[in-house]
């Protein structure tokens, strides 16, 4: 699978946006900054192999895969690291619902599929 000009020209215009929009008219860059574009490329990849994994797998598939793999993840850091309880989470209840349903599921889904 060959990388397109086209993708290769908006990879470029993506990182000069994001430049553009975090150095303040400085040739530096903020642990931040960096951050922001080191998470865009972990993302980049990840939409490439889930592209290439799509024309072999069901899509389906794989859009609950990653949602079920996101869910136990962020379950696990969310232990490490928040105050966890019964009382925390009822609390929480429907920004858990909307945050897992319309964003991670929905998002996988239109991921795999379009």
Known sequence: MAVKRTEIAGSLIAFLGSYF????????FERGDLLVIAGSV??????LAVSHA???HNALDIAWQQFLFCGLLSLLV???VEPFGIKYIYEARYAI?????ASIALGYTLQVVV
């Not at 929009?21 to 530096?28: A, K, V």
């Not at 972990?42 to 939409?47: G, K, Q």
């Open 21 to 28: 929009l975090s150095s303040e008219g400085s040739l530096s």
């Open 97 to 101: 619902l909307f945050a897992g349903g």
């Open 42 to 47: 972990c993302w980049a990849f990840h939409a």
């Open 54 to 56: 799509v024309q072999r």
């Open 78 to 80: 969310a232990a490490a």
